[in-house]
């Protein structure tokens, strides 16, 4: 079964930056379009950026754009997420997520496999 394992989450200060990793595990994945969301507490999850396979297309959402960078190595099968200057309303938990599907999309049910989620807290 593909997962997909996030990492690089943790407590930082408000003007901070992370960066989160996501990897994936079990069999062999090919996936395509990659994506990042988050959810805060007593919130739905959101969308927060994606990156089609090339890594020349990208997606932000409107709140995170300018901040966050979403990359991606292909050789390593690796996608990223930088983030600078961290709010405290960036406090969630983000989650890695991947399509077998060229497309970009902000839609939650249209990708296929998730992680786990990695804590991320901003403190002011």
């Known amino acids: 079964q593909v997962q997909l394992v996030e990492s690089g989450g943790g407590l930082v200060q408000a003007g901070g930056s992370l960066r989160l990793s996501c990897a994936p595990s079990?069999?062999?994945?090919?996936?395509?379009?990659r994506g990042w969301f988050r959810q805060a507490p007593g919130k739905e999850r959101e969308f927060v950026a994606a990156?089609?396979?090339?890594?020349?297309?990208?997606m932000y959402a409107d709140s995170v754009k300018g901040r966050f960078t979403i990359s991606r190595d292909n050789g390593k099968n690796m996608v990223y997420l930088q983030m600078n200057s961290l709010k405290p309303e960036d406090t969630a938990v983000y989650y890695c997520?991947?399509?077998?599907?060229?497309?970009?999309?902000?839609?939650?049910?249209?990708?296929?496999?998730w992680g786990q989620g990695t804590q991320v807290t901003v403190s002011s």
């Open positions: 997520a991947g399509r077998p599907s060229f497309a970009l999309t902000t839609v939650i049910a249209d990708y296929t496999y």
């Open positions: 990156i089609g396979w090339s890594g020349s297309s990208t």
């Open positions: 079990g069999r062999t994945f090919s996936s395509y379009a």
